[in-house]
């Protein structure tokens, strides 16, 4: 359990503080339960500002967060966490109460919410795994769900879902210092009453030359944009990256990246873009 207040106005060395007027309750609980192959970790917390009454406004945020972990042999390993996040404002207008004509003026702007709610579950599988190589099976879905209330009512328009689904499967040659991962990437969201969905697969190579000194990456990806079922847009990208290492303390990095985009309302257009870098560690 956690306990933190920092009081309104809070000076620290002759200065403002960063943060001020807000006061943190948060709890945590962790356990591991069939043989350690099941942990559970809840975390919540609430914060609330205005802690001397004298702002016109009133701030309070709730956060919790579930996590499941589940490991049933050495190569698989499955996640489920679930958190929402639920922000409550209200609305203090003590000029607007004595200045209004009617007793219905501000009715609906005195208390305002906005929440939040994410949800992820992904499993990995290690398929192979010998001397000279591993391989791996991923999969990941994701959620998310916003929208904003205003007296107690969905505001039109705030709501949105987005929805994740992502498979991949890596292909790794240790020897040979060489990776191949072969993916499909699909999401689908909703805002308002409109929506929007995209999917396209992805490839990227990667391996180190000279002694493992070069390391180079190669990758494309193509997606497909439709929305209320009509297509609005395909992007095809390929991305060359480089990094060279010398005496062990200086990097040397290229990337160039090259899109073709077209779209329905606004034709083709192509996009190249290149970056050199120089790094050095002081290690």
Same mark, same amino acid.
């Given at each position: *359990?956690?306990?933190?207040?920092?009081?309104? =106005? &809070?000076?620290?060395?002759?200065?403002?503080?960063?943060?001020?007027? +807000?006061?943190?309750?948060?709890?945590?609980?962790?356990?591991?339960?069939?043989?350690?192959?099941?942990?559970?970790?809840?975390?919540?917390?609430?914060?609330?500002?205005?802690?001397?009454?004298?702002?016109?406004?009133?701030?309070?945020?709730?956060?919790?967060?579930?996590?499941?972990? &589940?490991?049933?042999?050495?190569?698989?390993?499955?996640?489920?966490?679930?958190?929402?996040?639920?922000?409550?404002?209200? *609305?203090?207008?003590?000029?607007?109460?004595?200045?209004?004509?009617?007793?219905?003026?501000?009715?609906?702007?005195?208390?305002?919410?906005?929440?939040?709610?994410?949800?992820?579950?992904?499993?990995?599988?290690?398929?192979?795994?010998?001397?000279?190589?591993?391989?791996?099976?991923?999969?990941?879905? #994701?959620?998310?769900?916003?929208?904003?209330?205003?007296?107690?009512?969905?505001?039109?328009?705030?709501?949105?879902?987005? &929805?994740? +689904?992502?498979?991949?499967?890596?292909?790794?040659?240790?020897?040979?210092?060489?990776?191949?991962?072969?993916?499909?990437?699909? #999401?689908? @969201?909703?805002?308002?009453?409109?929506?929007?969905?995209?999917? =396209?697969?992805? +490839?990227?190579?990667?391996?180190?030359?000279?002694?493992?000194?070069?390391?180079?990456?190669?990758?494309?990806?193509?997606?497909?944009?439709?929305?209320? =079922?009509?297509?609005?847009?395909?992007?095809?990208?390929?991305?060359?990256?480089?990094?060279?290492?010398?005496?062990?303390?200086?990097?040397?990095?290229?990337?160039?990246?090259?899109? @073709?985009?077209?779209?329905?309302?606004? =034709?083709?257009?192509?996009?190249?873009?290149?970056? +050199?870098?120089?790094? &050095?560690?002081?290690?």
């Amino acid at each position: *359990m956690g306990y933190e207040r920092v009081a309104p =106005g &809070y000076k620290t060395l002759g200065a403002y503080y960063f943060n001020s007027d +807000l006061e943190n309750i948060t709890v945590n609980v962790s356990q591991a339960i069939l043989k350690d192959k099941v942990t559970i970790t809840i975390n919540t917390g609430l914060q609330r500002d205005d802690l001397d009454h004298s702002k016109a406004s009133a701030t309070r945020r709730f956060v919790g967060a579930v996590n499941l972990n &589940y490991i049933p042999t050495e190569r698989i390993q499955a996640t489920l966490n679930y958190s929402s996040f639920q922000t409550y404002m209200n *609305m203090k207008p003590q000029s607007d109460y004595i200045n209004q004509t009617s007793m219905f003026e501000n009715i609906d702007t005195l208390n305002y919410v906005q929440i939040a709610q994410n949800a992820n579950a992904s499993i990995n599988w290690l398929t192979l795994k010998n001397e000279k190589q591993t391989q791996m099976l991923n999969l990941n879905l #994701s959620f998310q769900d916003a929208s904003d209330q205003q007296g107690g009512v969905v505001v039109n328009g705030s709501a949105s879902q987005f &929805y994740n +689904l992502t498979g991949s499967y890596h292909l790794a040659f240790i020897k040979q210092g060489m990776g191949v991962t072969l993916g499909y990437n699909s #999401s689908y @969201n909703t805002i308002g009453k409109n929506n929007f969905f995209t999917m =396209g697969p992805i +490839l990227s190579i990667n391996t180190k030359l000279l002694n493992k000194t070069l390391s180079t990456g190669l990758s494309t990806a193509y997606s497909l944009s439709n929305s209320l =079922g009509i297509r609005q847009s395909s992007v095809l990208n390929v991305r060359l990256n480089a990094t060279y290492t010398v005496l062990k303390k200086h990097n040397l990095t290229f990337c160039v990246m090259n899109q @073709n985009r077209n779209q329905v309302t606004k =034709g083709t257009s192509y996009d190249m873009t290149a970056t +050199l870098g120089y790094g &050095y560690s002081f290690k």
